[in-house]
């Protein structure tokens, strides 16, 4: 890492700096880390494994396999916002637009590739740039793992992670934007860990303008490059990814500012979203008394004093989790090990507790996670896997039973998954402690 003045500057990284010594992790040949070569071909297969695995999903959806290719492939919604802009009108000025203003790239990206706005013309090219995205965000990911110096099978498992995930979400991961975001996010990461910082702190502001959720991985990044590098260089990055996502957002700010604000507010003014762990609790134990299922904000939610309740301590939950996460993390060395650790635990409490839990939501998680240096075995891939197949089950083919029938097959998977995801978070917080004071 290059140093400023004052700072000293790193010769050699004793053991332990890029990652923490583990007790009986000695590297063999079959599981020592990855050379450049080997990772190249492992980062290749996994490009190929997603692009099938895309392939396959995608033709098993348009065969009806998760229902109706409408419903399962449904992006109305996407569609109608390129068709505003098509013909003249401007996002927060002239229709309300509830995402970030870099979202429109992806949304406006099919129009470069068919000539009208029909729903199959525009939900088959949406999901080719969507494809396009997903085998970017692999390459990020496949390059960040090298330079985060983890090991064979930890590649292995993460690319396996990264190439299944289109077959075990199903058709939501081609039908939802949330790859572009996951694409800056994961870019982020590798410049940082390789020590472009200003470059990483460019792509973290793209990812928040794609979808705010990436800047919960600024606090972590800043803090361990002040640790590394120095007070100047954490100033610097902070005001690039400021200045970055200042930039992108003031265009739109000018022309309308109320616009904007509302869809700023709109994600603090949401209730609790009934797919979420608190919710999913609710409909388990049939507490619905005074709880009522509404559609707003484009999403089910549930209203009522208990349901308000719910969304009270989750959100406490959520603070709580975040500042432990980010104190137990300033407490241990600054390596690259527990950055990630730290890093990943956030974005899994964020989805965990948050008032908000769409599906499309553990596309956020897969690379975060699969950059993680595992133990003896990857308890977190393993479940963050599972977590997205039991999404996949339940959403979008009977959806609906869950939502209208409550039926306790869907309630227990939806609640399974949920208690998946807070499983992960636990676990990658409780590998934050530090095992040896007089080391860490």
Known sequence: MSSVAGEP?????EPGILHDALPGDAPTDADGDADPEWAARVAAAGILGFSIAWVVTAMLAEQGLYGNPSRALEVNLYRQYAGNVLHGLVPYRDFAFEYPPLALVPILGPLLLIGNLTE????????????????????FVMRAAVALDLRRRDMLAGAALVATSPILMGPLMLARF??????????????????????????L?????????????A??????????????????FTLILVLTVAVGVAPFFVVAPQGVLDA?????????????????????????GGVRVVHTFDSYNLIGPLASQVATAQ????????????????????????????????????????????????????????????????????????????????????????????EPL???????????????????????????????
């Open 9 to 13: 500057r790193d010769v050699e990284p």
């Open 120 to 139: 199959i013309a525009y939900r088959q090219a949406f999901g080719l740039v969507t494809a396009t995205i997903g085998m970017v965000t692999t390459i």
């Open 264 to 288: 700023l507010l709109r994600a603090f003014t949401r209730p609790l979203q009934v797919e979420t762990v608190g919710a999913a609790l609710i409909f388990l134990a049939n507490a619905m």
């Open 410 to 440: 869907w309630v227990a998977v939806v609640l399974a998954r949920d208690l998946l995801l807070v499983a992960i978070t636990l676990y990658l917080v409780a590998r934050l402690v530090p095992r040896d004071r007089a080391t860490d």
């Open 315 to 406: 959100t406490v939950a959520l603070g709580v989790l975040l500042l432990v996460t980010f104190v137990l993390f300033i407490r241990g060395r600054p390596t690259l090990e527990r950055l990630m650790l730290a890093s990943a635990a956030a974005l899994c409490a964020w989805v965990a507790f948050g008032k908000v839990l769409s599906p499309q939501y553990l596309i956020w998680l897969i690379a975060p996670i699969a950059m993680i240096r595992g133990r003896r075995w990857s308890p977190h891939l393993i479940t963050l896997g599972t977590a997205i197949l039991l999404t996949g089950l339940y959403y979008p083919r009977f959806y609906s039973r869950y939502l209208d029938v409550r």
């Open 219 to 236: 606090p972590f990044l800043v803090v361990h490059l002040w640790r590394q590098e120095g007070r100047r260089a954490a100033t610097v």
């Open 205 to 217: 502001g793209l990812g928040v303008l794609a979808k705010v959720y990436p800047v919960v991985l």
């Open 178 to 203: 949330d790859l572009w975001p996951a694409l800056f996010a994961a870019a982020a990461i590798w410049l940082f860990v390789t020590d472009r910082y200003r470059l990483a702190a460019v792509a």
